[in-house]
């Protein structure tokens, strides 16, 4: 695995940008990062960011719509974006010498967005945004249930109890006053974090980001952090729903350390364990053993600026009951926390996290990606060459204290489905 060695340089106007070279990669990846997601959102304008990630190709003030991706197409390389809680990232993947193309389409949709919205293409896109919440979450059997635990995570006014897909009545009510006011607070150089790997000398980075984004202005505005390890509930929250679904389901979500502590880390080995495929764990206990479920699964969804979140997915077998399936899940949590935390064991997690390290890293994309994640999350990039280490480094008796404390009841929320009596063969 290649050391990324990134090197780290600031704009005046706050942009960061972040280099890596890598002579054996004839590609330049690039991504910009924006500090904004779903969790910087006006109260009733939830989906907002993931609309935006939609609106930037939609022209800017010398790109028409639509002639962002075309223009890297055109100049053989493609183009993608994601919204998540807490961030907005654009990434682009391009031959070396059509790097200062991406760059000046970057620098161009970030000064002039605005030029270029209208109430057609808010409308086009809203309707784009819609469609998706639909595919993904409203029309697939057992969809929502993550939408619904994360609501059921956080209190009510929480800045995190929506996800980036927001909610279709929020949707609707945005206006283009909305989107030039959150415009023109999220998605400037102050706001941002650019990072390129490829066959690039870092000094040709710096040079061009300084051509095209150096005479931007800041927003001149900070986020304030969120940041909590501790519950935001008192007691588990617990809901059951009777929806036309497949067979019923156990679901749950755990509160859990924020992202880069080690208390985070300790969780991560401890969710690893639960949810591999190995001879101990949930998919051993529920699929082959007990026979309970089709598939039982465990993974984190780390957060920076709010409590992670550690999730279960156990999709039963048809007539199971939900409550012999919480037994087992809660027996397979105990028995880590009791001595089930073998250095066996606890090699086998370590080699799962170190190859999907590895598998991300591979390509020059996810590199670009984590290195705007490191930089933009704490402040240093370089951190991107030391975080495996923090996470392999935790030991057995951090992991199954991790499994006693973090995955307890208290901390989490339960979903469960029961199939209506239709769905029902």
Known sequence: MPVLNPVR????????VVASQDPTVPVAAVCLWYRVGSCDEPRGRTGLAHLFEHLMFQGSTHVPAGGHTAAV???????????????????????????????????????????????????????VVLNERRERYDNVPYGTGWERLVSMS???GHPFRALP???PEDLAEVTLDDCRAFFGRHYTPDRAILSVVGDVAPG?????AERHFGHLPPSGTETAPLTAGAPTRPAEARRHVVEPVPGPAFMAAYQLPPYGTPGCAAADLALTLLGGMSSRGLHDRLVRRDQLAHTA???????????SLGQLNVRALAGADPATVERAVDG???RLADGGVTEDALEGARAQIRRDWHDRLAHPAGRADELCAQEAYFGDATRCDRHLASVLDVGAAEVAAAAAEL??????????YEPAREAVR
């Open 9 to 16: 340089h600031t704009l005046a106007n706050g942009l960061r």
């Open 73 to 127: 197409e055109d100049a053989g390389g493609h183009t993608n974006a994601a919204t998540g809680f807490e961030r907005t990232a654009f990434h682009s993947l391009v031959p070396v010498g059509q790097l200062e193309l991406v760059l000046w389409l970057e620098a161009d949709r970030m000064g002039g967005l605005p030029d270029a919205l209208t109430a057609e293409s808010l409308a086009t896109q809203r309707d």
């Open 154 to 156: 956080f209190p009510a």
């Open 165 to 167: 897909a927001g909610s």
């Open 204 to 208: 040709t980075v710096m040079e061009l």
């Open 297 to 307: 699964r465990a993974s984190l969804m780390p957060l920076v600026r709010a409590p």
């Open 332 to 334: 397979e949590i105990d």
């Open 407 to 416: 995955l307890a009841p208290a901390r989490r929320a339960v979903l469960t």
